[in-house]
């Protein structure tokens, strides 16, 4: 096997299960979330491979019941931290080490532990723990994740072949050498599968890791980390570090081995990142590789002659699925007003037909935000628009926290362009809408363009081509993924390589090699087959 040249073949997306009533998936999901839902549990900390236990400790709850304790976790103080980036700086120089195809046949095995024995485990704690549905669960923690590990190892693969072309007197080669130092890992609540990726993508490439997980997804990331584990993974490549982010944070960047930042969350604690670490670049050994993916405030853009339903379908799915909380979902809306009273019927029939509750009840449509601090901050936005002379709340507008964090998907209607609700990301289930005069066309997408700071998904609805085009140019740089006649969510592993730029982050596309290039950084090797041994060129011998 060690003469043997492999690589692995480019896999098939995993088959998402539909969770028919009463179909087998459903009972065993079912069966998973009783068990789950009985039993509260510890969560420790895990460093080299150890079971760390601070004795400062947070509860972690449902967020649809927040009276619903699922577990106890320990939290990470300086020290721990501390111990956490010896443990990957010393595991670094044996797993950097491995053949990459034995660093990936681990990450291969991980995928299938979660495909054939974890998948309801994993599903069941996004669903309890992180406030998703069945469906959402599992394209998430299920079928993203495993996509993940089985489509990088593929990603790898590609990536190592790269080489330089080679004259017949010289061997050329490039080395694509894992970062020196360690890497600092900071997973949001909302997908699983980023908490997943953020690690392994790293840990693929010969990096090991410092992982902050959010502390609402703590019940998932730890089963994530047990199944790693089980898969082979080394003690110290990834350690998992629950806690709070300032502690954290700060003892990492202070740290002069601090290779690179892998981080999904708010577009704010991403710039406070940056800053500290540019704040003392001359520490480092050498310059930190910072790769984020950011907030959101995503738009659905339709033409006259767009499909009203489709639209109506799009809007309804884009915004309120998983409550809003996807940094691509879509929170604001341009419709020409040609369109707008049967997609105005549309959608407010839609809106009214949804069900909202416990996770566990598989016909809910919606369910609760993720805490209290979220609730807070989307009622606020509703609450001012309930004052506003420049908007108006369609449909929904109301919240309820007095057992679980629920806010009922809510419309609004707004005659400025730039209202508050337009511009800003909510994270919420809140849609707005502004209706443009039909003529107007062009000069509304130029309104959407220069609207919001942010530039992550949008949709362009229309029939006709030429419209999409046109639609396509003046947007270029206000998404980095943009999809025609779709809802601008749900982005596929293989298929639409996800990331935005301006102040949506780096763009450097999870779920292609363009993120594993990142974590490597390559060195060209020259072997000259003769060696000169005179040093005067030929022009100079005449």
Avoid at 50 to 61: F, P
Avoid at 492 to 511: H, L
Wanted: proline share 4%; hydrophobic share 40%.
């Amino acid at each position: 096997m060690n003469n043997a040249v492999f690589n692995f073949r480019e896999p098939k997306n995993e088959t998402v299960y539909r969770y028919m009533p009463w179909s087998d998936e459903y009972n065993q999901l079912n069966k998973e979330l009783d068990l789950q839902s009985s039993n509260e549990i510890e969560i420790p900390l895990i460093i080299n491979g150890k079971e760390v236990r601070t004795g400062k400790t947070k509860k972690l709850t449902m967020p649809h019941d927040h009276h619903h304790v699922l577990a106890t976790y320990h939290m990470a103080t300086e020290k721990e931290v501390k111990m956490a980036i010896d443990a990957a700086l010393k595991a670094k120089d044996e797993w950097m080490n491995f053949s990459w195809i034995d660093r990936a046949s681990i990450f291969i095995k991980a995928a299938e532990l979660v495909s054939k024995r974890y998948r309801n485990s994993l599903n069941a704690a996004t669903m309890l723990g992180q406030g998703k549905n069945c469906y959402q669960a599992e394209i998430d923690s299920a079928c993203e994740v495993i996509d993940f590990l089985r489509f990088n190892a593929f990603f790898a693969s590609k990536l190592y072949e790269d080489q330089p072309t080679t004259e017949y007197d010289m061997i050329n080669r490039m080395e694509y050498r894992p970062l020196e130092g360690f890497i600092y890992t900071i997973s949001p609540f909302n997908f699983t599968a980023i908490a997943a990726n953020l690690n392994t993508s790293v840990a693929l490439m010969g990096n090991t890791t410092v992982w902050k997980p959010a502390s609402t997804a703590i019940l998932s990331n730890y089963f994530l980390m047990k199944i790693f584990h089980e898969a082979g993974l080394p003690d110290g490549v990834i350690n998992f570090l629950p806690g709070q982010g300032s502690i954290i944070s700060n003892v990492v960047i202070n740290n002069r081995d601090l290779a690179g930042i892998h981080f999904t969350g708010s577009t704010s604690t991403f710039n406070g990142l940056w800053n500290q670490t540019s704040a003392q670049l001359s520490m480092y050994k050498s310059y930190p590789k910072l790769v984020g993916e950011t907030g959101g405030k995503d738009f659905i853009f339709v033409h006259h002659s767009a499909n009203p339903l489709e639209v109506a379908t799009a809007i309804v799915r884009g915004a309120f699925e998983y409550q809003g909380q996807k940094c691509s979902a879509a929170s604001r809306a341009y419709i020409p007003e040609s369109l707008w009273p049967e997609i105005k019927n549309y959608v407010l029939d839609m809106v009214s037909a949804i069900k909202m509750g416990d996770v566990r009840d598989f016909g809910n449509f919606v369910n609760a935000v993720i805490d209290e601090e979220s609730f807070d901050n989307i009622m606020s936005y509703i609450e001012r628009t309930k004052k506003s002379n420049d908007a108006k709340i369609m449909i929904g507008g109301e919240g309820d926290k007095s057992k679980g964090y629920f806010i009922q998907p809510t419309v609004i209607l707004t005659t400025d362009p730039h209202y508050l609700t337009m511009e800003e990301e909510i994270f919420g289930p809140v849609m707005t809408i502004y209706v443009y005069h039909d003529k107007d066309f062009e000069e509304t997408l130029r309104i959407c363009d220069k609207t919001s700071p942010y530039a992550l998904t949008g949709s362009i609805f229309a029939r006709e081509k030429y419209a999409l085009i046109q639609a396509c140019k003046a947007l270029r740089y206000a998404a980095g993924n943009i999809y025609f006649n779709d809802k601008p969510s749900g982005a596929m592993i293989g298929q639409q390589p996800f990331g935005g730029a301006r102040s949506s982050g780096t763009n450097d596309k999870s779920g292609s090699h363009l993120n594993l290039l990142r974590w490597v950084s390559p060195r060209t090797i020259k072997e000259t087959l003769l060696s000169p041994t005179d040093f005067r060129y030929p022009y100079m011998l005449s």
